[in-house]
Each structure stands twice: as structure tokens, then as C-alpha cells.
């Protein structure tokens, strides 16, 4: 969590040691190999890069949900206020050429957003191994990686997914991988981001403002909030109802006693007001 990559690359390799030893990743019951994927996928998330340990079948199969938000064709019980959640992912042209894998992780997302916040009004609906579905989604995620190229979002809405799950579910922001997460973003939009501006704004402003809320207090935010007060210009989105409106659309819910969201939001809206005007060069009279 501290992302001290030595320590994570130590820690890994004694990890792999000791599961050897102790027969594989079947031979541990469900508790201990949850905290090994924890570890995996943080590890993984860290660096940008594959997990370490393959996805135990019998681990995955002990999950109590995982067939019927993963696997099921069965629609979910959405709740009126979560209606429109995705919908912006699913309409636009811009679905049709993503990958296959891609959609379906857009699409298994969405059914976990839902279940995470009707969990939070119906607390009797939680399962012990709820939070596995999570780990699962985020193994799937980090083992598919897509090129960056200048035309298509895909790699950039992988990273954003990513790190959507680690913000607003697993509440990560304040530790430091997160900071490697988001510029991981940065980077993968650079080549699209001229293209994404006229051909998918909309889903480029939120996967801004994801970038945005995930990098406050690190290094990049700048980066993302001159960007994302750009892009708030072109769509005309001034109130904060009308931004969030759009969000919505795409992967994004109140989260009561939170402030992030409405505090970049106000950050952009002074960005726009009062742009940052550089200091004019002083002149010193020399006495001769």
C-alpha cells in the first residue's frame, strides 16, 4: 500500500516461495487465499501489470454471488435513482468497435455498482464473500491489457474502471499506488486525447474526473483538472447537477459524506472564473 516497489517485489517473491511450500494456491482455504489476492491485485495495480497468482478455480466457485452477478443474463432489480447508470457507455457509436472483453467489463461493473449500493440500503442482502466478487473483477481487469493508440479509448477506460473500483468501492485514494494508478491514466490518454475531444467528450470528461478525483493531492491533479475544466467548456457544464447528470450516465453515485466529487467540481468552476495569469517579470532600477 505504501508503494515501496522493492518491498511489493520482496514481498511477492517470499509469497510465491511460501505458497509453494505449502502445496499451492488449492491447498489454502478461502479466508487465506483471499488475502493473497488482495495482495496480488494491489501489487499488480502498483505496477501496472499482470497479478502474480493465476485465478484459483475452487476459490472462485466457494464465491456466493459470483454466478449471478457475473454469469447471469437475468436483469437486476435497479432502483429508480440507478436507472441511467452505464447508459452512456452502451448508447453511443463509440460501443460498437471496443473490444468484446471490454464491453463485458463495462457491463459486469455496472452489476456491481448496483449490488454495492442496494447493499448499502439493504444491508441483510450482504454475503460473507461479497467482497471476492470485487477481487475477482479487478484480477479480470488487470490481466487484459489494450494497446494505446490514437483513436480509441480502450486502454484509458480499462485504467479508469480500475480505478474507479479502487476510489469509490474500495476507498483507496489516500494511499500512495493510487498516485501510480492515475498517472498510468495520464499517460495512456496523451496519444487519444486530441481525437477523444471531437469524437467522445463526454466519456472523456469522466474519465477526467475519475483521473481527477483519484490524483487529488498527488502530483499529476493539475494535469487533470486543466483538462477536465476544458472539456467541462465544450459540453457546457456549468451547475453541478448537469456534470453530475453526465457522470451518472457513465459510472458515478452520491456517496453520502463525501466531498471529493463536489470539491474538484468547485476547483474546476474557479478554474473557469478566474484563469491562472502569470506573474509579470519585475524590473529593478539599478542605481548607478
Not at 106 to 129: D, M
Not at 273 to 281: G, L, M, N, V
Amino acid at each position: 500500500m505504501d508503494a515501496n516497489f522493492e518491498a511489493v517485489q520482496a514481498h511477492m517473491k517470499g509469497l510465491k516461495r511460501l505458497i509453494h511450500l505449502l502445496g499451492g494456491l488449492d491447498a489454502l482455504d478461502h479466508m487465506t487465499l483471499s488475502k493473497i489476492y488482495q495482495s496480488d491485485v494491489k501489487s499488480a495495480a502498483l505496477q501496472n501489470s499482470h497479478p502474480t497468482f493465476p485465478m484459483s478455480a475452487r476459490w472462485r466457485s466457494e464465491i456466493l454471488q459470483e454466478l449471478t452477478l457475473f454469469r447471469s443474463t437475468e436483469h437486476l432489480h435497479v432502483s429508480k435513482s440507478l436507472e441511467a447508470l452505464g447508459n452512456r457507455f452502451f448508447a453511443a457509436p463509440r460501443y460498437t468497435p471496443l473490444d468484446n472483453t471490454l464491453k463485458t467489463f463495462v457491463q459486469i461493473l455496472r452489476r456491481l455498482i448496483i449490488y454495492f449500493e442496494t447493499a448499502q440500503q439493504q444491508p441483510s442482502i450482504v454475503l460473507p464473500t461479497d467482497n471476492n466478487l470485487f477481487l475477482v473483477f479487478e484480477h479480470q481487469l488487470l490481466s487484459t491489457v489494450y494497446e494505446t493508440d490514437t483513436t480509441l479509448l480502450q486502454e484509458s477506460l480499462r485504467l479508469s474502471l480500475l480505478i474507479y473500483l479502487n476510489l469509490r468501492i474500495w476507498h483507496f485514494q489516500a494511499f500512495p499506488f493510487m498516485q501510480f494508478m492515475v498517472d498510468a491514466l495520464r499517460r495512456s490518454l496523451v496519444p487519444a486525447y486530441g481525437h477523444a475531444q471531437s469524437t467522445a467528450p463526454d466519456l472523456l470528461f469522466w474519465i477526467l474526473f475519475i483521473g481527477g478525483m483519484a490524483s487529488q493531492g498527488y502530483k499529476c491533479y493539475p494535469w487533470f483538472v486543466s483538462r477536465l475544466t476544458e472539456m467541462a467548456r465544450r459540453l457546457d457544464l456549468v451547475e453541478w447537477e448537469k456534470a453530475r447528470e453526465t457522470l451518472g450516465g457513465f459510472f458515478y453515485t452520491d456517496q453520502p459524506g463525501e466531498r471529493g466529487a463536489e470539491n474538484l467540481w468547485n476547483e474546476v468552476l474557479l478554474m473557469e472564473s478566474y484563469p491562472y495569469i502569470a506573474p509579470k517579470p519585475t524590473f529593478q532600477v539599478l542605481m548607478l
